[in-house]
């Protein structure tokens, strides 16, 4: 059985733009054919040239430059972004991360460079030499993964007890993963908790650490959130946003009477 090669390409993608001279006229030379496209799913790197009417690069270290995406239907602008100097002359570069385009459906949209003056107001950096200023990019989703499933727990383990000594009977869901694979915008984790004629105290706590932290609930792998979520007699479900981008969450919990039958965690 014979097996055939199969090949994959690396390129870059590299776009001239061209930094206008007051009082000089801007002719219409072409700059660029292609069209740029970004893929969600993935971190997208795009490579762009600063250039001034005689196509000659432009030392622009010392400058701040910005990338506006914008929905060319709406005209609404979606986000914007500083572009990074590389170690080239004129050379500049936008990083799209994954999270940058979580929220924008896939389609044609337009996108366009400013580089701020000295007093901080956005002026013109063109797409071409016939005073253009946007240029077209197609956002795909070829390889766009579906969001993280909800993670559930309705088991605990104790995790101090007063049989031993401890000052509380202490019980802790198992870590849920936060988004240490994703770096969105919103950093976002929501749960809900499920009381079942509760009394106690419920602690949440999220971890920065690589690995599965410690379950000790007195462990320094974890940072508190939020404390004392006092409940009495309870069996409303409690919810709770947090904005923080940790690799793991975790609820802590102090009975004294009651029980939760579920704990879940979307991000």
């Not at 622009?60 to 709406?74: E, G, K, M, Q, R």
């Not at 100097?85 to 389609?107: F, M, P, Y």
């Not at 071409?128 to 383990?157: C, K």
């Amino acid at each position: 059985m014979s097996q055939s090669d199969h090949k994959l390409y690396l390129y870059e993608d590299i776009i001239d733009l061209v930094i206008g001279t007051d009082g000089l006229y801007v002719d219409n030379r072409p700059m660029n054919n292609r069209k740029l496209i970004a893929h969600k799913g993935i971190t997208n790197e795009l490579l762009f040239c600063i250039r001034n009417r005689d196509r000659k690069k432009q030392n622009v270290f010392s400058d701040t430059l910005s990338a506006y995406l914008i929905n060319p239907t709406t005209k609404r602008r979606l986000f914007y972004k500083l572009l990074e100097h590389t170690d080239s002359v004129g050379q500049v570069k936008l990083t799209l991360d994954e999270g940058d385009l979580r929220n924008v459906t896939a389609g044609l949209y337009r996108i366009y460079i400013a580089k701020q003056d000295v007093s901080g107001i956005d002026k013109p950096v063109y797409s071409d030499q016939n005073n253009g200023l946007v240029f077209d990019i197609q956002i795909t989703e070829q390889i766009d993964q579906s969001p993280t499933p909800t993670q559930s727990a309705n088991t605990f383990l104790q995790v101090a007890s007063t049989t031993d000594g401890d000052p509380a009977n202490v019980f802790t869901t198992s870590a849920f993963s936060g988004n240490q694979d994703r770096n969105f915008p919103n950093a976002l984790h929501t749960l809900a908790i499920y009381p079942d004629a509760y009394t106690g105290n419920i602690d949440v706590q999220a971890s920065l650490v690589e690995s599965v932290p410690s379950t000790n609930n007195l462990s320094t792998d974890w940072v508190t959130l939020e404390s004392n979520i006092v409940l009495t007699g309870s069996s409303n479900i409690i919810t709770r946003n947090y904005t923080v981008n940790a690799n793991w969450i975790r609820i802590l919990h102090t009975p004294t009477s009651g029980n939760i039958s579920q704990v879940l965690v979307r991000n």
